[in-house]
């Protein structure tokens, strides 16, 4: 006699059955220790010195740490206070320079003033009290470090002199300065002004 075929329920019915049974033997299994790694009574007593020096290293270091914050601030405050000091200091020594020239000056000023005060005796005189106010403000400014530039039959130099037109008369040799248009200035040795000039060039 041949078997019956099972049916299908029936076999999802085993499997069931056997996927539960499988269960209550994994529940009814001894838990393992926990936690299993930690360590015995004598190592955790080997391991407290380490602890303990760790411990003063980190607090050593975030002193350090506040001191050099600290020095930091210190170094900042300093400095922008230095900072000011330069400014002023720098401030106060072109104001007392600027007075120094300024006092310099009134001489030249006060002989101006006389000068328009006084009618000349004759244009001739006049001209020549100008010539003398002249003469003294240049001594002055002279004394103060100005240096005047250019002049005629000179080199031209571009770093002093600025060509505004050129003189093609064949008079003077080529690149030489034929006319001082405008004055220029050196203040103790650097460019203040440069000079205006019309410069000599041969055709």
């Known amino acids: 006699m041949r078997g019956r075929a099972i049916p299908a329920r029936s076999l999802q019915n085993d499997r069931r059955l056997a996927l539960r049974l499988r269960r209550r ?3 009814r299994r001894e838990p393992a220790t926990f936690p299993a790694t930690l360590p015995a009574e004598g190592d955790a007593a080997a391991l407290l010195p380490k602890l303990e020096a760790a411990t003063r290293a980190a607090a050593q270091a975030e002193e350090l740490l506040h001191r050099q914050r600290d ?7 300093e400095f922008e206070n230095f900072r000011r000091r330069s400014k002023k200091e ?3 020594l072109k104001e007392t320079a600027s007075a120094e020239l300024i006092t310099s000056l009134l001489p030249v000023l006060d002989n101006f003033g006389r000068a ?6 004759s244009l001739e005189s006049f001209g ?8 003294m403000l240049e ?6 470090g100005l240096e005047r530039l250019g002049a005629v039959g000179q080199s031209f ?5 600025e060509a505004v037109s050129v003189d093609g008369s064949g008079q003077l040799p080529d690149n030489q ?4 248009l405008q004055e220029g200035y050196l203040l103790r040795g650097k460019l203040l002004r440069p000079a205006l000039v019309r410069v000599a060039r041969q055709s």
């Open 25 to 27: 033997r994994l529940r």
């Open 71 to 77: 020095q930091t601030a210190r170094l900042q405050a």
């Open 90 to 92: 720098t401030e106060d």
């Open 116 to 121: 328009l005060a006084v009618p000349p005796a």
């Open 128 to 135: 020549e009290g100008i010539r003398l106010i002249h003469d």
């Open 139 to 144: 001594k002055l400014l002279g004394e103060a």
């Open 157 to 161: 130099d571009p770093h002093l002199h």
């Open 177 to 180: 300065i034929a006319e001082v």
